[in-house]
């Protein structure tokens, strides 16, 4: 199992999806969503538009989901 994301930057649009091939359970997923780094930035691999001004901004335009 892998965490996936997508991304739908509020910026510019895109849509960008990607596969990650770590091993995952609900635990790290759960973490994850919970405490969302805001210091170092997150940004959208198309235009660069930071997506994690805030906490909430960023979970609005991740999402995340545990796949195969
Ligand atoms: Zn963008």
């Known amino acids: 199992m892998g965490l996936n ?3 739908d930057c509020r910026a510019c649009g ?4 990607y596969r990650t091939t770590i091993n995952a359970s609900e635990v790290v ?3 994850l ?3 969302v780094d805001t210091e ?5 691999p198309v235009c660069r538009a ?3 001004k805030s906490e ?7 999402s995340i ?4």
Do not use: K, P, S
Request: charged residues 25%.
């Open 5 to 7: 994301y997508a991304i």
């Open 14 to 17: 895109a849509h960008t999806e």
């Open 29 to 31: 997923y759960t973490r």
């Open 33 to 35: 969503v919970e405490h």
């Open 40 to 44: 170092c930035a997150i940004r959208c």
């Open 50 to 52: 930071r997506l994690n």
């Open 56 to 62: 909430a901004e960023f979970l609005d335009q991740v």
């Open 65 to 68: 989901t545990i796949g195969e």
